[in-house]
């Protein structure tokens, strides 16, 4: 009878064994991930336990007569055995091809598909199975019992990773949105800083009035510069009257000159009117008169004399001054037309500077928008990964349910002390919290109950 | 256009309505398939953006109440999933998706699909 269930028991005591042991090595890893491997490799070697149980179940079945009957716990016990035997093909796969595990990865292949050991496979375990004593199994029992604890810091460090990404997310997206208010800022800016320089279809653009500005600018010289020359003219001709003043005021001092000679030719008739005596009364009468009229030429010649000297002493003063203020207010004037000449042209230089630059913006403000467009893609990998952790989580889940299950199994391999099992978990805990980076990663171990 | 942005995670919301708002479009959230149903008595959208892992209902069970639904029937749904297995393609439209967006995808991608399911 005992030789019978052989297979089974040993099943039943050794893979949980197998698999504390596989736990109690990976504690001296750091990684998480082969710590997650570990439990699932332990776990699914409790249901290679539960196997070895079912086949004794089987056999049982079949020595008491009932394994053709349509037994429903039988039924139920076979296809568990069939999904057990599913699960162990998957293990193996989970081990490396030429690892140090080769065997245990041969003797799971062999029992996936065949639902037991070869000859070879149960040799080759059968000693290192042997080398296991009392202080090898109690050494199983206390790494399930790690694990146990384990795996619920493994899951909330894991856990409270998503929120935290998320919480960075859309604190980046929060930025996001600033960046993007601020680019279509400057794209407003720059398409209105277009918009005034080359004016589309407004004709009253900057361009168009600087150009126009610069062109009235250009008429107001040259009609300067022919007020100039016009002055210049008519200098010349007030400087030609000047000279027919002279002549003319030479001329009344010719008339002085005559008069002068008159008078004393009438001075002298006056004379002879005397000698002459009653006779030359008559003669008298046409000298005073003669005398008369040589006293009002006089008076005359001499006011036509003022007179034209006056104009003479205007029309020098009017030819200095028109050529001096000409000059100069022309000379003024121009330099002024000049400076705002090349004030528009700074500005029509200005403005093609600026249409050149709010062009280039607005390139950039568009590639901008699209590398922020790459962001936006980009942060979608937080859901991604999120979806990816709480995969993980509950394969952590299903790792400590199976270990939950398996666990009974090991009842009587060794039991701690609790005090003991305890300060060996606050020991884990205590190194984990050492080991973690972050403050929200110790909090997270910290927060797990014992 | 009126969108309803169905997702359970807040910054896949948050990103969507994005750039549907760069588009000019006004959208309101739901975190799962049975608030999406709630959101849509609220008020009816021109298109639903529907994600397919979500708690409480996903985005399968959504479709499969929605093929049922002759009100909401006629509002097209668009999938984004970071599932992109042809499988459960087949599966969102033979339900009556309108259309289906892998994640991660780009903003052109998401308006393009927008404009394809809606028949602008």
Redesign the interface.
């Known amino acids: 009878m005992v030789k019978k269930f052989t297979f089974p028991a040993l099943g039943a005591v050794v893979f949980p064994v197998l698999s504390a042991i596989i736990l109690g090595a990976s504690f001296g890893s750091k990684s998480a991930a082969s710590l997650v491997f570990a439990a699932m490799a332990m776990a699914s070697l409790g249901a290679l336990s539960a196997l070895a149980l079912g086949l004794g179940l089987r056999a049982e079945a079949r020595r008491a007569g009932i394994a053709q009957g349509p037994d429903p716990a039988l039924s139920a016990a076979l296809a568990e055995l069939a999904r057990l035997r599913q699960e162990l093909s998957a293990l193996a796969l989970a081990f490396p091809e030429g690892g140090s595990c080769r065997g245990l990865k041969r003797a799971l292949e062999e029992l996936g598909s065949n639902g037991a050991m070869s000859q070879e496979s149960r040799a080759a375990l059968e000693p290192f199975l042997a080398a296991l004593g009392a202080d090898g199994r109690r050494g199983a029992a206390e790494a399930l019992e790690d694990a146990r604890n384990v795996l619920p810091v493994a899951r909330r460090v894991v856990g409270a990773v998503p929120a935290k990404t ?1 919480e960075a ?2 604190a980046l ?1 929060t930025r ?2 600033g960046v ?1 208010e601020l680019s279509s800022r400057a794209a407003a800016a720059s398409k209105e800083a277009l918009a005034h320089i080359e004016g589309g279809d407004n004709s009253a653009s900057f361009q168009t009035r600087a150009v126009q500005t610069k062109e009235a600018i250009e008429a107001e010289r040259k009609a300067v510069s022919g007020i100039v020359a016009n002055n210049r003219e008519n200098a010349r001709k007030l400087q030609a009257m000047s000279k027919d003043l002279e002549s003319g005021i030479q001329l009344i001092q010719g008339i002085e000159e005559i008069t002068e000679r008159s008078r004393l030719i009438a001075f002298n008739m006056a004379v002879e009117a005397a000698h002459i005596g009653e006779k030359g009364r008559g003669f008298k009468v046409i000298v005073n008169e003669l005398r008369s009229l040589n006293d009002r030429t006089v008076d005359f010649s001499r006011q036509v004399r003022d007179l034209l000297g006056r104009y003479r002493e205007y029309n020098a003063a009017l030819v200095a001054g028109m050529a001096e203020h000409s000059e100069r207010l022309s000379g003024e004037v121009l330099d002024v037309m000049k400076n705002a000449g090349g004030a528009v042209e700074s500005l029509i230089d200005s403005a093609a500077t600026t249409q050149d630059l709010s062009t280039r913006l607005a390139g950039l403000v568009v590639e901008m928008d699209r590398d922020l ?1 790459g962001v ?9 990964t ?2 990816m952790l709480e995969g993980a989580l509950a394969i952590i889940a299903d790792a400590e349910e199976r270990l939950g299950r398996t666990a009974p199994l090991l009842a009587g391999l060794g039991e701690r002390d609790k005090q003991e099992a305890e300060a060996r978990l606050e020991a884990i805990r205590g190194a984990y919290v050492a080991r973690a980076k972050t403050k929200d990663e110790k909090t997270a171990i910290l927060e797990v109950g014992p | 256009m009126k969108f309803l942005v169905v997702d359970d995670s807040a910054t896949m919301r948050k990103i969507v309505s994005l750039a549907l708002t760069g588009a000019g479009h006004s959208y309101a959230e739901a975190g799962n398939g049975r608030e999406a149903l709630e959101a849509i008595r609220s008020g009816k959208p021109d298109c639903i953006l529907l994600d397919i892992n979500m708690p409480e209902m996903n985005g399968i069970d959504f479709l499969k109440v929605r093929s049922g639904d002759s009100s909401i029937k006629s509002i097209p749904v668009i999938v984004l999933t970071t599932q992109d297995e042809e499988a459960l393609r087949a599966e969102a439209i033979g339900l009556g998706a309108n259309g289906f967006l892998p994640k991660p995808f780009q903003k052109e991608a998401l308006l393009a699909a927008v404009k394809t399911a809606t028949k602008l």
């Open positions: 998320e997310t859309m997206i996001f949105e993007r467009d936006l893609e980009a942060l979608q990998f937080q859901d991604v999120r979806q």
